[in-house]
């Protein structure tokens, strides 16, 4: 089993920034991509960022630009930084990490919110 802890989030102003980190324990080996996803009301949630065992990205387009992710593949964690934050990226965002099986698992969730 995987665990996933998350911190940062918060409320920002429309412009700003926030960062998101993201550490995995447990049977961690067996992970071979993490990211996040995130879930607005109303709406069914959504990739965000994730980044492989090996280094390789990929962004939802409404945040390329504006949102990087980075990993550390020894330590089992992940940020996610960002940037130019509109009130549309306002969601409650969830760390995942997939394993070699194809099982996903979750973090809790932390909000973020942008007011305008």
């Known amino acids: 089993q995987v665990q996933l802890v998350e911190s940062g989030g918060g409320l920002v102003q429309a412009g700003g920034s926030l960062r998101l980190s993201c550490a995995a324990s447990g049977s961690t080996f067996s992970i071979i991509r993490m990211g996040w996803y995130r879930q607005a009301p109303g709406k069914q949630r959504e990739l965000v960022a994730v980044?492989?065992?090996?280094?390789?990205?990929s962004y939802l387009d409404s945040v390329k630009g504006r949102f990087t992710i980075s990993g550390d593949n020894a330590k089992k964690t992940v940020s996610l930084q960002m940037n130019s934050l509109k009130p549309e990226d306002t969601a409650i965002y969830y760390c995942?990490?997939?394993?070699?099986?194809?099982?996903?698992?979750w973090g809790q969730g932390t909000q973020v919110t942008v007011s305008s």
């Open positions: 995942n990490a997939r394993s070699r099986s194809y099982i996903d698992h």
């Open positions: 980044i492989t065992n090996i280094g390789s990205t």
